[in-house]
């Protein structure tokens, strides 16, 4: 079974373009949510797509933004990219079924430096 | 104060060693607790999954919660070389949501 899959897994952009990076669930599952990790600040909660709706976001600028397609897979975006958008972003997959027992899986990130 | 608490160490412990690393937490909404090790440059693996208080064992690994001093624990008995990584707790509440609030992560390193 395939786990979660994250493209591109490397990128380098410059301050003010924008990037959109894209992920596949496990298959089955119907929850993506995406997650930044910097070394001064962890792993930090973006948002959470669940059938094509966002139901959840943490606490970033706009400039962040993500959809969810009906086959479940996600993409993210930033606009206008600061140096401290670099990061490595991972998408989280999991069934999302009603009694919130959910076990939930990571991708292995894409790592985006901004010059 | 963060809702999650870690030591982020370096934690340094001989092969064969019982490691012990624990996490507390603020909110007592959290219902689901996990642990994840992330090797260097790779996503976090789940490790262990557990709901609520008790102890949960896995081969060399164990989690432990106690939800009434809000404070979680992996032990990983007879450590590897290969188990040095970094492990970071994870949590969440009983809703439908995916939200995960992690801690900063525990560096482990085990040498031969």
């Known amino acids: 079974k395939a786990g979660v899959t994250q493209t591109p897994r490397y990128l380098i952009k410059t301050r003010g373009q924008q990037v959109t990076l894209s992920c596949s669930p496990i298959?089955?599952?119907?929850?993506v949510s995406w997650y930044q990790q910097t070394p001064g600040q962890g792993l930090q909660f973006l948002f959470e797509?669940?059938?094509?709706?966002?139901?959840n976001k943490g606490n970033f600028p706009g400039r962040f933004s993500g959809r969810q397609f009906s086959n479940s897979r996600s993409e993210m975006n930033v606009s206008t990219l600061e140096l401290g958008d670099s990061a490595l972003y991972l998408c989280?997959?999991?069934?999302?079924?009603?009694?919130?027992?959910?076990?939930?899986?990571f991708g292995e990130g894409s790592w985006l430096t901004v010059v | 104060q963060k809702e999650v608490e870690q030591d982020p160490g370096p934690l340094s412990v001989p092969e064969g060693a019982i490691v012990s690393l624990n996490c507390t937490y603020s909110?007592?909404?959290?219902?689901?607790f996990m642990w994840y090790r992330q090797y260097s440059r790779k996503g976090p693996e789940l490790l262990m999954y557990t709901y609520s208080s008790g102890n949960k064992e896995d081969g060399r690994f164990t989690a432990q919660v106690d939800k009434s001093s809000k404070y979680i624990s992996l032990f990983i008995r007879d450590s590897q070389p290969s188990d040095s990584a970094t492990y970071l707790c994870?949590?969440?509440?009983?809703?439908?949501?995916?939200?995960?609030?992690f801690g900063t992560g525990t560096r482990l390193l085990v040498s031969p």
């Open positions: 994870a949590m969440r509440r009983s809703t439908g949501f995916q939200k995960l609030v």
């Open positions: 989280a997959s999991s069934l999302a079924r009603l009694d919130s027992g959910n076990t939930i899986y």
């Open positions: 797509y669940f059938s094509e709706t966002q139901r």
């Open positions: 909110n007592s909404a959290f219902q689901y």
């Open positions: 298959s089955g599952h119907r929850s």
